[in-house]
């Protein structure tokens, strides 16, 4: 892409999965079953890796789509069918009117603080000099990450497998049956 | 469109805040943190066209964070479950005075 204006086909397509991420968010919290929030939540996977691949992030748009909804999600739907929470009496699980007042709020709150950061101090004090297309580019799509994943965050990505087995263990025998 | 994914990011974010915070429901309070963390991911990716790849590798590390953080919360929530016959947060209330 460069410095030149993106292209009306790449805009078009960006502000598309932009909102569709955007409403299908907003529908999620507002829905009252837990298994419509869980799809809803899934298309806002979805639309977030097609932002992904847009942004030049094509493995983790892969990575996205498997992980989160794929592997994820498919937990969360197994634990909500599990369980049997579509009955009605678990349905009618939203706080009180003030409760929600105060939450929306909250949120409108953190979304003005969140944005106002965006546009002041992001451009004075993240003041790194951009990498240029081409040395990013080294590798291919998965060479660019795999480069610093394998070099510089090496121990972290040594020290994950050491959290995924404690979670594997943890969850086996937290949701054991006792005796 | 680093403005308008940072945008995006901070909007999600917010609704994340308002579900954690409007809903009783355990699982939805959960699925709203996984909706944070996806914001969080969203503006990591914005950044790492800019700067370089090492966002998308920190991405890569908060999707394994998040898969293991679901698989422990679930297996409490299934435990909890087993003892309340409930999700609701309103009857898990063990530390009220």
Redesign the interface.
Same mark, same amino acid.
């Given at each position: 892409m460069g410095n030149e204006l993106?292209s009306l086909f790449y805009s078009f397509h960006?502000?598309l999965f932009?909102l569709v991420?955007?409403a299908s968010?907003?529908v999620?919290?507002t829905r009252k079953s837990?298994v419509a929030?869980?799809m809803w939540?899934v298309v806002?996977?979805f639309a977030?890796a097609a932002?992904?691949v847009?942004?030049?992030?094509q493995?983790?748009g892969v990575?996205?789509v498997l992980?989160?909804a794929g592997?994820?999600m498919v937990?969360?739907l197994f634990?909500?069918m599990?369980?049997n929470?579509g009955h009605p009496s678990?349905l009618a699980?939203?706080?009180g009117k003030w409760?929600?007042f105060? %939450? +929306?709020f909250? $949120?409108?709150a953190? @979304?003005a603080e969140?944005?106002a950061l965006?546009r002041t101090t992001?451009d004075l004090r993240l003041r790194?000099s951009?990498?240029p297309p081409s040395?990013?580019a080294t590798g291919g799509i998965i060479g660019?990450?795999a480069?610093?994943?394998f070099r510089?965050?090496l121990l972290?990505?040594e020290l994950?497998s050491v959290?995924?087995i %404690? +979670?594997?263990v $943890?969850?086996?025998? @937290?949701?054991r049956?006792k005796g | 469109?680093l403005?308008?994914?940072?945008?995006?990011s901070?909007?999600?974010?917010?609704?994340?805040?308002?579900?954690v915070?409007?809903?009783?429901?355990a699982?939805?309070i959960?699925?709203?943190v996984?909706?944070m963390l996806?914001a969080v991911?969203?503006s990591f990716?914005?950044f790492?066209?800019?700067?370089?790849?090492?966002g998308?590798?920190f991405?890569?590390?908060v999707?394994?964070?998040?898969?293991?953080?679901?698989?422990?919360g679930?297996?409490?929530?299934?435990?909890i479950?087993?003892h309340k016959k409930?999700?609701?947060l309103e009857n898990i209330n063990l530390l009220r005075g």
């Open positions: 993106p960006f502000y932009g991420a955007l968010a907003i999620f919290v837990p929030a869980a939540l806002t996977m977030l932002l992904y847009l942004l030049d992030a493995f983790v990575m996205q992980v989160y592997a994820i937990v969360f634990v909500i599990l369980l929470l678990e699980d939203m706080r409760a929600r105060a %939450a +929306a909250l $949120g409108l953190l @979304l969140i944005l965006s992001l790194v951009p990498v040395a990013t660019s990450v480069g610093p994943l510089e965050y972290a990505f994950t959290l995924l %404690a +979670a594997i $943890g969850a086996v025998v @937290l949701a049956k | 469109m403005a308008e994914s940072l945008a995006l901070a909007a999600l974010f917010a609704i994340g805040v308002v579900g915070l409007t809903r009783k429901n699982i939805i959960f699925m709203s996984e909706l996806n991911n969203l990716v914005a790492s066209k800019l700067y370089g790849a090492t998308q590798v991405v890569i590390f999707m394994t964070v998040a898969a293991a953080e679901a698989a422990v679930l297996a409490i929530i299934i435990a479950f087993r409930t999700v609701n």
